[in-house]
T-cell receptor, first 112, second 114 residues
């Protein structure tokens, strides 16, 4: 069983569309995260949820909205997609003290 | 706030040679430090972590790192490189005052030549 799974793995869409990326973890962790990796491979935190509560909300356009229906899931909704949103998005989870974060395989989003 | 700087965006070593990837951190509080590896088209895998216990940390695949507070460094080493070590390596720092979100360095691409 995959510890942190994301779907889809690849997503190609047109500008202006709305899309969602789903993430699920089966590790029993309390905290989940979304990170963005740009074309230069730089990784940056976007959001963090702890027990369905938003903990971190970095400077991210409000077109991005995370939703956590339960502590095992953290989905990412993106409205009005722009070319600059093209990147790899990683979901991760950890125990509250985050001595080890487990990452999903990533979702490569391409906006055309 | 915490941050890390990785020196050298690309490092090339011969198979069997020493691997040394450099990471310096900046933190106003005792940090937690990590090294992650990313293989092409894959997610990140934890190599090792420092969480204020032993300063010399051993990780998977023969890697180790030493926390040096006086030098604010956490360099990653491996005595003998294998072809399979070719990947992107990320140093990261976190602390409770940042909600335990990881702040990553810009990454170092390791190339291993025969």
């Amino acid at each position: 069983d995959t510890a942190v799974s994301q779907t889809p793995k690849y997503l190609v869409t047109q500008m202006g569309n709305d899309k969602s990326i789903k993430c699920e973890q089966n590790l029993g962790h309390d905290t989940m995260y979304w990170y963005k990796q740009d074309s230069k491979k730089f990784l940056k935190i976007m959001f963090s949820y702890n027990n369905k509560e938003l903990i971190i909300n970095e400077t991210v356009p409000n077109r991005f909205s995370p939703k956590s229906p339960d502590k095992a899931h953290l989905n990412l909704h993106i409205n009005s997609l722009e070319l600059g949103d093209s990147a790899v998005y990683f979901c991760a989870s950890s125990r509250r003290d985050n001595t080890e974060a487990f990452f999903g395989q990533g979702t490569r989003l391409t906006v055309v | 706030a915490q941050s890390v700087t990785q020196l050298g965006s690309h490092v090339s070593v011969s198979e069997g040679a020493l691997v040394l990837l450099r990471c310096n951190y900046s933190s106003s509080v005792p940090p937690y430090l990590f090294w992650y590896v990313q293989y092409p088209n894959q997610g990140l895998q934890l190599l090792l972590k420092y969480t204020s216990a032993a300063t010399l940390v051993k990780g998977i695949n023969g890697f180790e790192a030493e926390f040096k507070k006086s030098e604010t460094s956490f360099h990653l080493t491996k005595p003998s490189a294998h072809m399979s070590d070719a990947a992107e390596y990320f140093c990261a720092v976190t602390h409770s005052n940042s909600g335990y979100a990881l702040n990553f360095g810009k990454g170092t691409s390791l190339l291993v030549t025969p």
